[in-house]
């Protein structure tokens, strides 16, 4: 009778198993990275951030991505409007004197707002605070 109910109960544990191994992932990743692990650059250094944006670890071909590079909390200075199905978009930016640079990435996809951003440090150390 034990045994029974034991596979009894394997007999029905493994139809569950089953329909979870085959509900897709509808889980949307952008991102915003850069070539430094640490983020920090010297004056004058390139950085070079990476945006990407998948579907389930796949491209999403149709979205459009808005891509802003800009000083932190300043203006911008370049705004372009990409499409991710190739893969990664790339852009690089530096600063000549210390400070932070950010590229934010922002998407719409099934009506949801999705936004990732990165900063690059630009000698921080070196920078002298201001009084107002």
Known sequence: MRA????ALLLLAMP?????AQRSDTSVALSVTLDHPD???RRGE???FSVALTRNGHPVPDARVIVILGQERMKAMRRDTVSLAAG???IGGTLREPGFLRVTATTKIDGLTHTAMATAGFDPESMVTSRT
Not at 16 to 20: E, F, K, L
């Open 4 to 7: 029974f109910i034991l596979s």
């Open 16 to 20: 569950i198993d089953m329909a979870g």
């Open 46 to 48: 390139m950085a070079r």
């Open 39 to 41: 983020w920090r650059y």
């Open 88 to 90: 990664p978009y790339t």
